[in-house]
């Protein structure tokens, strides 16, 4: 947070500075923060990494620019373009650099929260490492007990943070350790989707009552509606001149059908029909299978469209008709969809809201081909389900162009 606000006041102040013009100032530090935040700069990893600070505020800055742009041309106002340029190239030379050095230093000074975890270590310690990891270690687990009131007397005065990990467990010390007022108390779920921002299928097991609960509150808002369909119209105009030219490659290379059509399972397990260019060879059986294992199959022109997702780009006709939704979980074909019903608890949750052309698994997660990354895909599922607002949408649709830059997510 801190990040974030100095390098808005710092992208305001120079611009302002160099170009005299405090509407341009802000606008374009406003577009620059947003496009640096969905770009991933501020994610830990990015944070420690200087030459990808350096990149994601150049293509940032590419962005702000374009967006700005846009914004004045509506006015009928022309930005000065080389006062902007100049105020965004000192801009490159500081705001890198200080989040770099500013990471390095928070992760030096400060304490790490040391945690008494009630629960059984060897059903939680794989969880529990990777939020360590994930936070650089910030949060410690150092300790575990499957209490009875003993273990839990004997252990509890030497930490000041406890962590309900179970909380069947929990219940049969809850009295004893809500004497220790000066303790803080703290759950699983919280830690685990503030750090790891998906929801561990372990961390559900240990809560069932309390995410069923939730996930059976999913629905959408009318919002929600709204930016579909305005989404869906943008979206068919912006690239009917790239669907009719890859149409077009897809006849001659591999001749007609250019649309490829398959059921799909959508919200509250219903069939829907799902349409996208066709970018492999036409399939000589109906055997569903993942995208891995037909690598041979692949057109040239699908190495194009399939990593940058024109291919996709037809399913704005799925969501003007309401089967799908700009932001949702990715729709499944569905034999792979009965199969993980039965494998994977929780799977039919996925199915509460409409599924989407981009997703939260999509920019947080790579393409899954196995059984685990099934799994892993689905606990990003599961964290939308649970929390998506129209604002995380949003974040959703500016980080795919982020995925798409980067080639994350699509085979």
Same mark, same amino acid.
């Given at each position: 947070?801190?990040?974030?606000?100095?390098?808005?006041?710092?992208?305001?102040?120079?611009?302002?500075?160099?170009?005299?013009?405090?509407?341009? #100032?802000?606008?374009? &530090? *406003?577009?620059?923060?947003?496009?640096?935040?969905?770009?991933? #700069?501020?994610?830990? +990893?990015?944070?420690?990494? $200087?030459?990808?600070?350096?990149?994601?505020?150049?293509?940032?800055?590419?962005?702000?620019?374009?967006?700005? #742009?846009?914004?004045?041309?509506?006015?009928?106002?022309?930005?000065?373009?080389?006062?902007?340029? %100049? &105020?965004?190239?000192?801009? $490159?030379?500081?705001?890198?650099?200080?989040?770099?050095?500013?990471?390095?230093?928070?992760?030096?000074?400060?304490?790490?929260?040391?945690?008494?975890?009630? *629960?059984?270590?060897?059903?939680?310690?794989?969880?529990?490492?990777?939020?360590?990891?994930?936070?650089?270690?910030?949060?410690?687990?150092?300790? $575990?007990?499957?209490?009875?009131?003993?273990?839990?007397?004997?252990?509890?005065?030497?930490?000041?943070?406890?962590?309900?990990?179970?909380?069947?467990?929990?219940?049969?010390?809850?009295?004893?350790?809500?004497?220790?007022?000066?303790?803080?108390?703290?759950?699983?779920?919280?830690?685990?989707?503030?750090?790891?921002?998906?929801?561990?299928?372990?961390?559900?097991?240990?809560?069932?009552?309390?995410?069923?609960?939730?996930?059976?509150?999913?629905? +959408? !808002?009318?919002?929600?509606?709204?930016?579909?369909?305005?989404?869906?119209?943008?979206?068919?105009?912006?690239?009917?001149?790239?669907?009719?030219? !890859?149409?077009?490659?897809?006849?001659?290379?591999?001749?007609?059908?250019?649309?490829?059509?398959?059921?799909?399972?959508?919200?509250?397990?219903?069939?829907?029909?799902?349409?996208?260019?066709?970018?492999?060879?036409?399939?000589?059986? *109906?055997?569903?299978?993942? %995208?891995?294992?037909?690598?041979?199959?692949?057109?040239?022109?699908?190495?194009?469209?399939?990593?940058?997702?024109?291919?996709? !780009?037809?399913?704005?006709?799925?969501?003007?008709?309401?089967?799908? @939704?700009?932001?949702?979980?990715?729709?499944?074909?569905?034999?792979?969809?009965?199969?993980?019903?039965?494998?994977?608890?929780?799977?039919?949750?996925?199915?509460?809201?409409?599924?989407?052309?981009?997703?939260?698994?999509?920019?947080?997660?790579?393409? @899954?081909?196995?059984?685990?990354?099934?799994?892993?895909?689905?606990?990003?599922?599961?964290?939308?389900?649970?929390?998506?607002?129209?604002?995380?949408?949003?974040?959703?649709?500016?980080?795919?162009?982020? %995925?798409?830059?980067?080639?994350?997510? %699509?085979?």
């Amino acid at each position: 947070m801190f990040l974030t606000t100095f390098d808005i006041a710092l992208a305001i102040g120079l611009t302002y500075f160099i170009t005299d013009e405090l509407i341009l #100032s802000a606008i374009l &530090s *406003g577009v620059l923060s947003i496009s640096l935040f969905a770009f991933r #700069s501020y994610d830990p +990893e990015n944070l420690e990494n $200087f030459y990808e600070q350096l990149v994601r505020f150049f293509v940032a800055s590419i962005l702000s620019v374009l967006v700005t #742009s846009l914004i004045y041309s509506i006015f009928r106002t022309r930005i000065p373009y080389h006062r902007t340029i %100049a &105020s965004l190239g000192l801009l $490159f030379l500081t705001i890198p650099f200080f989040n770099f050095i500013f990471s390095k230093a928070m992760v030096k000074y400060i304490r790490p929260k040391k945690y008494l975890v009630i *629960g059984r270590e060897e059903e939680l310690k794989e969880v529990l490492n990777e939020i360590t990891e994930k936070t650089n270690g910030k949060y410690i687990f150092q300790d $575990f007990v499957n209490p009875s009131p003993a273990t839990v007397a004997q252990k509890i005065t030497q930490y000041d943070h406890i962590l309900i990990g179970d909380y069947e467990l929990y219940k049969h010390a809850e009295e004893l350790i809500k004497n220790y007022g000066t303790k803080t108390i703290e759950y699983l779920p919280t830690i685990a989707e503030k750090v790891l921002m998906r929801i561990p299928i372990v961390v559900i097991d240990k809560f069932r009552e309390y995410y069923e609960i939730e996930f059976e509150k999913a629905k +959408e !808002s009318p919002t929600k509606r709204i930016i579909d369909v305005i989404g869906g119209i943008i979206g068919l105009i912006l690239f009917s001149p790239l669907i009719l030219i !890859s149409s077009l490659i897809i006849l001659i290379e591999d001749g007609a059908p250019v649309v490829f059509k398959q059921l799909r399972i959508g919200k509250n397990n219903k069939e829907f029909l799902l349409v996208k260019l066709r970018s492999m060879r036409k399939q000589t059986d *109906g055997n569903a299978k993942f %995208a891995d294992q037909e690598k041979d199959r692949i057109l040239k022109i699908g190495k194009i469209i399939r990593p940058t997702r024109i291919d996709e !780009s037809l399913q704005f006709w799925n969501i003007l008709k309401g089967d799908m @939704s700009i932001v949702g979980p990715r729709p499944e074909q569905i034999p792979f969809v009965r199969e993980f019903e039965q494998k994977i608890p929780y799977y039919p949750y996925r199915h509460k809201l409409k599924p989407g052309l981009t997703g939260w698994a999509q920019i947080m997660y790579q393409y @899954s081909s196995t059984l685990e990354e099934v799994k892993r895909k689905l606990e990003y599922d599961l964290y939308y389900i649970k929390n998506r607002s129209t604002l995380m949408d949003l974040r959703i649709i500016l980080q795919t162009i982020e %995925a798409v830059f980067w080639r994350r997510g %699509a085979r």
